[in-house]
């Protein structure tokens, strides 16, 4: 794929999505932008973040019982789902990289990478049910 030029208005959306850290969806990064930049539309907002995405700048989570949400952490790593609240945070633990070579062997898939996702309950949520 060819290298995407970064305008500014790209910087602008991925500089918001690293700020918000809580993996927003377009809506909630295009309303974070236009607070500071009401010109820049929801549209340019939606396009730029599946391009940076595409370009490896960013991170598409695609969930299937919710909106597609961004990272603006680009390198890999793993999240955690709170069937609580919601939130969603990233999960800082070593990359399970031998995990490809084993889908590989055993069904003969080329892997590039994987994603992992884990659900549970969030600090808050658990002590609140306590």
């Given at each position: ?80 789902k709170c069937d609580g609240c919601g939130s ?43």
């Amino acid at each position: 794929m060819a290298a995407q030029r970064n305008t500014v208005q790209r910087q602008i959306i991925l500089d918001t999505l690293k700020m918000l850290r809580t993996h927003p969806t377009v809506d909630e990064v295009y309303s974070e932008v236009h607070k500071t930049h009401p010109t820049i539309s929801k549209t340019t907002v939606y396009r730029n973040l599946r391009q940076l995405a595409e370009s490896g700048g960013a991170r598409r989570l695609s969930l299937s019982d919710s909106l597609e949400r961004y990272d603006g952490t680009a390198k890999q790593h793993y999240h955690f789902k709170c069937d609580g609240c919601g939130s969603i945070s990233d999960v800082e633990i070593e990359i399970l990289s031998g995990l490809n070579c084993v889908v590989q062997q055993k069904y003969g898939l080329q892997v590039d990478a994987h994603d992992i996702m884990f659900w549970g309950l969030c600090l808050k949520c658990a002590s609140a049910r306590d």
